[in-house]
Structures are given as structure tokens and as C-alpha cells.
């Protein structure tokens, strides 16, 4: 509890056999002082109402207030059988994990459990999630967006309160929409609903960002990594956050943190090159993507493109067109987004090719315009109408 920073940590244990099911928990402060301990037996098709009581009695350990309107929102959550809960918690793992491969099961176990049960909520906010944050499948952006809105709003239709479908919907309404408004309408009202729901501050933190409210993204970011001090992605952001702010020094030091519990996690290497790039440590930043490359386990785009900026910016402009004839290769047989390639012309001092690529980046809806990579033609009046398309404020880093 100590070192999470927290006053007191849950801990249980699940004996299974047969059709029966004993779980039992306990609550430890700080102080490794037992505070209270239970056992539950039950059949394991009740395993939910287990959840249900476990939650409302250390609740009422710790003095919270526990309304009607609390417990039918924590009942709401559960599906008709177990099985149901066991499909959904795969699709969730797959989902987590990040990688393309991972998204395609996830979808599949998603969609087991709204075919099993039509009215679970839940079931529907996973595919929404799936097709909205990783839209970058083998689908067109604005198709795997449109799927995204059509399972958020019946995800919502089953469940209003959901704070997972007010989440992903937030972020449909940031990254696709650019309708800042109702996104943040969205995300407050998901923390609202749950304060303690991470992903809320994440994707918060990011509208902040993209809005120029660095200040408050810092701040929501703290809270998400409070929150949940051991999530890899939690602490990448606040890495990237350092990075968006030009903070780079920050950056680099959190991501090298970030690696000490995640080493082979390839985005965080990524994200640490691009900020050694923007040190002007070229050798450091060709040798993180390279490893980002080699632990992902194949050419993905992103990467790719990170590491044709940092080829670009060294002078290597050989291999950087080598990246983009790749990336452009690999867009004739799946998405990929255009402002991956406008970020390498943008590294070889070619304006005009990175502003017809940025072009389609705005027509595809799928921009990063915070990015450090584009200080290089920001002050361009090109650049400034986009921003001002957007809706976006002129901002100079």
C-alpha cells in the first residue's frame, strides 16, 4: 500500500471446484494492519452477485456512502452467465495488449459476447473501443469510425451511465469529429460518472493537450498515473505529455522509467527515439526505433515513420525515401495514415510534400497537429489554415 500510495490494498483468492466457488478477500492498510477479511461460498453461476457483495462490504469498511442508485449501476455492469464475463475480460485482454493481431481477437470475443447476450452493454463498448482507438486496421478510417459511433450510441442506448461508452465516445468526438466541445462534455461526464476510471484522464489529458491546456493535461495526467501507479500506458503518456510540452528532458527520463517495468514494450522505445531525435541524438534515436522494429516484429507504420523523420533530420535522405516508398507501399494494402508520411518529407525540408500529404491527413480526419515533429513548417501560413479548419488555437512552441 505504501508504495502504490494508497491506504489500503484488497487482497483475495478464488478456490474453484466443480460447480462451487469460495472466494475470499481481505483488506490491509498501510500498516499491514488486517482491517477486514471474508469468505463467500457460492455456485459459480453467482459469481457476479460474489463481485457485487465483496465490493459493497469493503465500501462500507472504508465509510463510503452506498446509495440504491450505486448498487443498481455495480449490478448493471454484470452480464446473464458467466461465460459472457469470460469473453468480455478476453476481449479486453487482446485489446490491451496493443498490437494489430491483438485487436483482430479482441473484435472476435467481442462479438461472441453481444451475440450470447444482445442486451450486455458492455460487449458493444469493446468493439467501440476497438474500432475507434485502433481505427488504423485493415479498414478505412471512416468506415472503422462509423462502426465505432454505431456501437458507442447502442452501448449507451443499453446503459447511459456507461462511463466506458461516454469515454470512447469523447474520444470519437476529439480525434474524428473535431467537435472540442462535445468532447469534452463526453469526458467529464465519464469522470463523473467514475472517478476512477483511468482511461477517462487519459484520453482527457490528450484533448487538453491538443486544445493548448497543457497546464490541466499535466494535472489529469498526474491523476491517471495516481490512479494506477503500475500501467505501462499510464506512464508512456505522461512521457508523451512531457514530449508535446518540448519538455524533453522529462520525457526521455520518464520513458527510460516507463522501461524499467515494460523493456520490451516497443511503442515506449519508439516514443523515447523521438524524443532523443529531438535532443539532436540521432545514433540514440535510429537505435530505439531499430529495437521498437525488431520487438513489434515487423514493419509498422508509425515506427517506420518516426525512424524516416530521425533518418531525414541526420542527413540519411536515401533511407528516408526508402521509408516513404514503404509506407506508401504498405497504404495500398491497408490504412495508414497520411501524416505518417508528411512527418518524413517534413524532416527532408520538402514543405510542399508535406503539405500535400498533410492535406490528406485533414481530408482522412486523422492529424497530430500538436506533434513536434511539424515545428518545422508551423509558422507556415499553410499550416495556420489548418490549424484554423480545425478550430484549433494558433499556438507557438
Do not use: C
Not at 458492455?122 to 472503422?144: F, N, Q
Not at 462511463?163 to 469529429?177: N, R
Not at 476512477?196 to 499535466?218: K, M, P, R, T, W
Amino acid at each position: 500500500a505504501k508504495e502504490l500510495n494508497v491506504d489500503a490494498i484488497i487482497e483475495g483468492s478464488a478456490l474453484l471446484l466443480n460447480d462451487k466457488v469460495r472466494i475470499t478477500a481481505q483488506l490491509v492498510d498501510a500498516f499491514d494492519k488486517h482491517r477486514w477479511a471474508e469468505s463467500y461460498d457460492r455456485d459459480l453461476k453467482d459469481v457476479f452477485t460474489i463481485h457485487h457483495e465483496v465490493a459493497i462490504d469493503i465500501a462500507r469498511e472504508v465509510q463510503k456512502n452506498i446509495t440504491s442508485q450505486d448498487k443498481t449501476l455495480s449490478l448493471n455492469q454484470y452480464p446473464k452467465n458467466s461465460e459472457v464475463y469470460q469473453l468480455y475480460l478476453k476481449g479486453r485482454y487482446f485489446f490491451n495488449l496493443y498490437t494489430y493481431e491483438s485487436q483482430k481477437k479482441a473484435i472476435q470475443y467481442f462479438e461472441q459476447v453481444i451475440k450470447l447476450d444482445p442486451d450486455y452493454a458492455l460487449g458493444y463498448a469493446g468493439l467501440a473501443d476497438v474500432y475507434g482507438i485502433w481505427s488504423a486496421l485493415e479498414l478505412p478510417r471512416t468506415v472503422a469510425i462509423a462502426k465505432s459511433r454505431e456501437y458507442v450510441m447502442k452501448a449507451l442506448e443499453l446503459d447511459e451511465s456507461l462511463v466506458e461508452a461516454h469515454t470512447t465516445l469523447g474520444y470519437i468526438k476529439m480525434d474524428y469529429d473535431w467537435d472540442w466541445q462535445g468532447a469534452e462534455k463526453e469526458l467529464r461526464r465519464a469522470i463523473e460518472l467514475n472517478p476512477n476510471y483511468v482511461f477517462a484522464y487519459h484520453i482527457l489529458s490528450h484533448y487538453l493537450l491538443l486544445i493548448g491546456q497543457n497546464d490541466e493535461s499535466l494535472e489529469v495526467s498526474k491523476r491517471a498515473l495516481e490512479l494506477a501507479p503500475l500501467d505501462m500506458e499510464i506512464n508512456a503518456h505522461l512521457g508523451f505529455h512531457y514530449y508535446w510540452s518540448r519538455e524533453y528532458d522529462k520525457a526521455i527520463e520518464q520513458y527510460i522509467k516507463t522501461l524499467e517495468t515494460a523493456p520490451r514494450d516497443p511503442w515506449v522505445h519508439s516514443y523515447l527515439g523521438r524524443a532523443y531525435k529531438e535532443m539532436g541524438w540521432y545514433s540514440k534515436s535510429i537505435e530505439e526505433s531499430k529495437q521498437a522494429l525488431s520487438l513489434i516484429g515487423k514493419n509498422e507504420a508509425e515506427i517506420l515513420s518516426n525512424l524516416g523523420n530521425v533518418y531525414a533530420v541526420s542527413g540519411n535522405r536515401e533511407k528516408a525515401l526508402e521509408i516513404i516508398n514503404e509506407l506508401i507501399g504498405q497504404s495500398k494494402q491497408r490504412y495508414v495514415p497520411s501524416f505518417l508520411i508528411a512527418d518524413v518529407y517534413v524532416g527532408l525540408g520538402e514543405k510542399d510534400k508535406a503539405f500535400e500529404w498533410l492535406e490528406k491527413a485533414f481530408n482522412e480526419r486523422d492529424l497530430e497537429p500538436m506533434s513536434p515533429l511539424l515545428d518545422p513548417i508551423r509558422k507556415d501560413p499553410r499550416f495556420k489554415d489548418i490549424m484554423h479548419r480545425m478550430n484549433l488555437p494558433l499556438k507557438d512552441m
